[in-house]
């Protein structure tokens, strides 16, 4: 999310996390001064790729974040560091049909959640689902947030999903009304639905 009036709304709704995108190459790059971003009762997540370890920490600051959301090839150590400054650390994993999930759990340690997307060139926002059959071998690995091209017209589904370890539905690109701005009613009509 980049619109402050915007944060502060979806922000009212009652999500437990709001994004904020620090990957330079993302159509949904965050570029409103600090200062204006409103505080908010959702924890901030910093949404990056690759970056350089005290870049993160140095934006994390300068944002208040409390959520570090890597969709990169950050290294354990990397994890491990954010994780042991105080931050709660996402691991997004990118998820096709020949994802092996023995390369995964070796994040298990060293981050809170994963966060599994659809492989993409662009690192998420893709706007597209992976084979949600491959959930129930994932739900063996950890807690997890699930994401990739996920609508209103799949809470049916996702509310028939038994999987031990799903905690949270990220939404994003179909929820929008141009890039990083979300549609609000859109939002409450689907939390309202899946009764979150």
Not at 87 to 114: M, S, W
Not at 116 to 129: A, E, N, Q, R, V
Request: net charge negative; hydrophobic share 40%.
């Amino acid at each position: 999310m980049c619109e402050p009036a915007n944060i502060r709304a979806v922000d009212q709704l009652g999500p437990d996390y709001i994004g904020f995108i620090f990957y330079p190459f993302s159509v949904r790059v965050m570029n409103t001064k600090p200062e204006l971003v409103p505080e908010t009762k959702a924890k901030k997540v910093g949404v990056f790729v690759n970056e350089e370890l005290d870049t993160m920490i140095q934006i994390a600051e300068i944002y208040n974040l409390k959520s570090i959301q890597l969709h990169g090839k950050e290294t354990l150590e990397t994890c491990s560091t954010l994780k042991k400054l105080g931050f709660e650390v996402i691991k997004a994993i990118p998820i096709d049909e020949h994802t092996q999930t023995n390369k995964i759990g070796r994040y298990q340690d060293v981050c809170d959640l994963f966060l599994f997307d659809t492989k993409s060139p662009l690192h998420g926002g893709s706007g597209k689902k992976f084979n949600w059959d491959k959930l129930s071998e994932l739900d063996s690995l950890g807690r997890f947030l699930l994401s990739g091209g996920i609508g209103v017209e799949d809470v049916d589904t996702l509310k028939k999903l038994s999987l031990k370890n799903l905690v949270g539905i990220d939404i994003n690109s179909r929820f929008e009304l141009s890039p990083g701005l979300k549609n609000e009613v859109l939002i409450k009509n689907f939390m309202d639905e899946l009764k979150i």
